[in-house]
């Protein structure tokens, strides 16, 4: 019965539809069975089913379950019989299989035509895609390439620009002339040229272009240009310099002429070459080798302009001055109290007018060639002195360092380039000295004062070879003024006395009035006059020395006099003068200790007993008690009353006396008042202690008091 519900499904559920499956080629027919539309639902049908009769089969064999090999082989039996109607079944289905197969197919056919064209179309895409691809790429190349195209136009017209040659800029550097009208056009070319050529160099240059064929042709063009140019330029210069020195050389109103002095004005001559000052900026930019020449055809020009310049306003200043020889040596020469010393300061103001002018000429000269001639050192600050004759400031080209480099070798060879427009200078300064120290020693005084103050003043680098003339000079007129005071200290030394003459020696007063002089001179620093005093005051005192050796019994005499004449003739100048104020103390020590050696050498004269006694008494003290001293012999009380008697009797005669032996000697009077009451002031000193001495020896004596001997003393 399975079986037949089976066969009753499979009828029931295989009805053939045909359907249309439109394609692009047209409509296409295909059968498809009602069976397989309704597949899903017919299978849970059928399951159920058969759980249904398997159900019951199973409850109508449960009671024969326990045989089991019976129930196995009638389950076989059954299974066989299943199988036999199922294949009965599908043998009856089989124009439905057929139906069913033959729509598969034509299934699979439309399945394999629509590959066939999907395949087609997946030609045609990739190749469609290849030429857009191939069109995308084509597109953004030729995109590239135009790009490409535009930066180069634009990289060439750059490099046309710095390989182009300006026929104006042509013109000037190749043939034109450097008048001043013109020297606007040759300042802009050279800016070209320098600017092209710095271009066109490898460190500024794209390392692509540096090989090239047109750069390297351009390059070697730039630097031909560059050598004609510099080459003229050049040769104008060095031309131009000369002839406008010329120009001033051949005119005589630039120079001091008889009864007119002329100051040196060299305002105009700058003026002229400040024209050409960035030339030579862009000279020494384009070829630094140049500038060598025209240094020095600068030098060689203007030193025989200041040297000329030089001579004739020293040679004017040396006509034009009244100055009258002074008088002889101070030192030399018999002694005459009336002898003045005849000294003018014409000497001094004439080598002051030759510093004033020429001095601050030559550094701005020095500074305006430093700065003019490009070197890289730092300008000179302007001069008070020169005012409007300064060089004025250059502005740089372009390329050039605006910072000044101080570097030894750069400052080396400027100072040589000034020593060759400097030298000779000197000799002009020289003969102003040489003559002012002939004239008169003493303004070698003022003359190096003056050169201090100038040498003091000089501190910029520019400068080097005015500082080397003003130390020369100096040490120039250090060496007159030496040797003035070493010749005047021989003159004291070889001083012939006569020893019989007792009074003071004629060169103190002498040197009071050459100090008085010395001290007018002063300008500026003085250590030129200290150092002379200290030689000239050292030899006088050792000098002084020796004349008073020659007469023992006139040294102090002889010491005495002459220093107190030497405090008597330097009192002023002492009080203002540190250095004659040391020797004013020395010497007033010295006239001191002269004074005490012949009042004591006086005293002793007159009162010799008196002391001798008063020294013996002394000296036994040191060996016995001062009672004992009158048992001693010659010591009794009777000994001292005889040397007490003819000490003291008639002491008025002892005391005129010994006036008398001050006064005997002294040639300068007015030092016997002060002289005599020293005299008196040591005689009551050592009368007051002889007097403490015998009142320990001989208490019961009586002997004049110090008051009754002051007494005396006041009445005489």
């Not at 089989?94 to 999907?118: H, K, N, P, R, Y």
């Not at 040397?643 to 016997?672: C, F, H, P, V, W």
Request: hydrophobic share 40%.
């Amino acid at each position: 019965c399975v079986n037949h519900q089976l066969s009753i499904i499979l009828q029931d559920n295989t009805t053939v539809k045909v359907t249309q499956v439109s394609t692009k080629d047209g409509p296409i027919e295909s059968l498809v069975g009602e069976a397989d539309s309704q597949v899903a639902i017919q299978k849970d049908l059928v399951l159920q089913t058969e759980d249904e009769d398997t159900e019951a089969l199973l409850d109508t064999y449960i009671m024969a379950i326990g045989e089991a090999e019976a129930f196995s082989e009638r389950m076989k039996r059954e299974l066989v019989a299943l199988e036999s109607a199922n294949v009965y079944a599908l043998m009856e289905t089989e124009t439905v299989i057929e139906e069913v197969l033959e729509g598969l197919e034509i299934a699979s056919i439309c399945v394999e035509d629509f590959d066939e064209w999907l395949g087609i179309f997946n030609v045609k895409l990739r190749h469609m895609r290849e030429d857009i691809q191939s069109i995308e790429w084509r597109n953004n190349k030729l995109e590239l390439q135009s790009d490409s195209n535009v930066a180069l136009i634009d990289e060439l017209d750059k490099m046309l620009v710095l390989l182009h040659i300006p026929p104006e800029y042509e013109a000037s550097l190749t043939g034109g002339s450097f008048d001043e009208g013109n020297m606007v056009k040759n300042i802009e070319a050279c800016e070209w040229l320098t600017s092209a050529i710095k271009n066109l160099e490898a460190s500024n240059l794209d390392p692509i272009y540096v090989k090239l064929r047109a750069v390297r042709e351009k390059r070697a063009e730039f630097v031909l240009l560059k050598c004609t140019f510099v080459r003229r330029a050049s040769e104008f210069l060095r031309n131009y310099f000369p002839s406008l020195i010329d120009f001033m050389l051949n005119d005589k109103g630039n120079f001091s002429q008889r009864g007119q002095l002329q100051r040196p004005d060299h305002a105009d001559m700058r003026y002229k070459c400040r024209t050409y000052a960035r030339l030579l900026q862009f000279i020494k930019n384009l070829d630094k080798s140049c500038l060598m020449p025209l240094r020095k055809s600068y030098c060689h020009s203007l030193n025989l302009l200041i040297r000329r310049e030089a001579r004739e306003f020293s040679s004017e200043l040396r006509a034009g001055s009244k100055a009258s020889k002074s008088s002889t040596p101070l030192f030399e020469g018999p002694a005459n109290a009336n002898q003045s010393i005849s000294i003018t300061d014409t000497t001094a103001d004439a080598y002051c007018k030759m510093i004033t002018v020429f001095i601050p000429l030559l550094v701005d000269e020095s500074s305006f060639f430093a700065h003019f001639m490009c070197f890289d050192v730092a300008a000179l600050a302007p001069s008070d002195e020169s005012d409007n004759n300064n060089p004025v400031a250059v502005s740089e080209p372009p390329g050039s360092s605006a910072k000044p480099i101080n570097s030894s070798a750069e400052l080396g060879v400027l100072n040589q380039f000034l020593q060759e427009l400097l030298d000779g200078i000197q000799e002009d300064f020289y003969a102003i000295v040489d003559w002012a120290f002939k004239l008169d020693p003493l303004s070698c005084i003022s003359m190096h004062g003056i050169t201090d103050r100038y040498l003091s003043g000089q501190k910029a680098e520019v400068a080097g070879y005015v500082h080397v003339l003003l130390d020369d000079l100096e040490t120039r007129i250090s060496i007159l003024f030496s040797r003035f005071v070493d010749d005047a200290c021989y003159q004291i030394e070889k001083y012939e006395r006569n020893v019989r003459q007792i009074g003071v020696v004629p060169y103190i007063p002498r040197f009071s009035q050459l100090a008085a002089h010395m001290e007018q001179y002063i300008n500026g620093s003085r250590d030129l006059v200290d150092q002379a005093y200290t030689k000239i005051v050292t030899i006088m005192f050792v000098t002084l020395e020796k004349i008073a050796q020659v007469e023992p019994k006139y040294v102090d005499i002889v010491l005495l006099e002459n220093y107190a004449a030497f405090q008597h003739s330097l009192y002023d100048l002492a009080n203002v003068v540190p250095t004659l104020a040391k020797y004013y103390h020395q010497a007033s020590e010295a006239y001191e200790q002269a004074c005490s050696r012949h009042i004591n050498l006086v005293i002793y004269i007159h009162f010799e007993k008196l002391f001798q006694f008063a020294r013996k008494i002394e000296e036994l003290m040191y060996n016995m008690s001062p009672e004992e001293i009158p048992f001693q012999v010659g010591m009794s009380k009777v000994d001292f009353r005889k040397m007490l008697k003819s000490s003291l009797s008639g002491l008025d005669k002892t005391i005129n006396a010994m006036y008398r032996k001050l006064q005997k000697n002294i040639t300068a009077e007015e030092l016997l008042p002060s002289l005599w009451d020293k005299c008196k002031k040591e005689f009551l000193d050592k009368y007051a202690t002889f007097l403490k001495l015998i009142s320990k020896i001989y208490p019961s004596e009586t002997v004049i008091s110090v008051n009754e001997m002051k007494d005396t003393l006041a009445s005489l």
